[in-house]
């Protein structure tokens, strides 16, 4: 079973940014052709895909945060990443990082993913 776990979660004004990480206990990549995302939970509300990146490099991200967000993977395919630019109170959610095998399309759809980590809280004021 993959192990994940976020971090760099914290408080931030808005127009600030914040870098958050996602550590596997071994290599995420246990699949040799994978789908990374990045899931939020604002209270009150579903849980939302935000964006994702699969083996080939290519990324995918929801229109809220095109152009504001970043995700990645570390050279090693030890951590996933997301940095936050200009972030919104909006934004303020809890975020998750989740994994499965890539079949087809790298969706963000949360409903796709079968591993999780235990998510990092992003809180972000006006």
């Known amino acids: 079973q993959q192990q994940l776990a976020e971090s760099g979660g914290g408080s931030a004004q808005a127009g600030e940014s914040l870098k958050l990480s996602c550590a596997a206990s071994?290599?995420?990549?246990?699949?040799?052709?994978?789908?990374l995302g990045w899931i939020r939970q604002a209270p009150g509300k579903e849980r939302e895909g935000v964006a994702s990146?699969?083996?080939?490099?290519?990324?995918f991200y929801t229109d809220s945060v095109k152009g504001r967000f970043t995700i990645s993977v570390e050279n090693t395919k030890t951590t996933l990443y997301l940095q936050l630019n200009s972030l919104k109170p909006e934004d303020t959610a809890m975020y998750y990082c989740a994994a499965r095998k890539l079949g087809g399309y790298c969706s963000y759809d949360p409903q796709m993913f079968v591993e999780w980590g235990q998510g990092t809280q992003v809180t972000v004021s006006s």
């Open positions: 071994g290599s995420i990549y246990m699949y040799q052709d994978y789908c």
């Open positions: 990146i699969d083996s080939n490099g290519d990324t």
